[in-house]
Nanobody
Framework: QVQLQESGPDLVKPSQMLSLTCTVS????????????MGWFRQAPGMERTFLAA????????RYADSVKGRFTMSKDDAQNTVYLQLNDLKPEDTAVYYC????????????????????WGQGTQVTVSS
């Protein structure tokens, strides 16, 4: 069992930046973190949940949505079992609930971009970009 907890500022002004945190906790008997795949998604009101970024915890692969590439950066802290998403040059259209997701191992049917590919989700954290 894996628990994910997102946190971060909930209100920022346009052009500002913020960093979201996802703290990962799991059972000691579970798969090694090195096999985990971590992802960030967001969901605006009335919209589908959309992919933002993902990587393999081992660091071998990182993926970004074209819409945020160069503006959002995903990173991790191995010692803290924490994943971050830094969002730069924020725009009002970035307003959404942001979710952290994980899968404990890769499979041939896995897709970084598809929400249903992930096994575990945090509760989400609201980000509002407004002047």
């Amino acid at each position: 069992q894996v628990q994910l907890q997102e946190s971060g500022p909930d209100l920022v002004k346009p052009s500002q930046m913020l960093s979201l945190t996802c703290t990962v906790s799991c059972e000691a008997s579970g798969p090694s973190f090195s096999r985990y795949i971590m992802g960030w998604f967001r969901q605006a009101p009335g919209m589908e949940r959309t992919f933002l970024a993902a990587f393999m915890w081992s660091g071998s692969i990182t993926r970004y949505a074209d819409s945020v590439k160069g503006r959002f950066t995903m990173s991790k802290d191995d010692a803290q079992n924490t994943v971050y998403l830094q969002l730069n040059d924020l725009k009002p259209e970035d307003t959404a609930v942001y979710y952290c997701a994980s899968r404990t191992s890769y499979s041939s049917t896995f897709s970084y971009y598809v929400p249903n590919s992930y096994e575990y989700w945090g509760q989400g954290t609201q980000v509002t970009v407004s002047s």
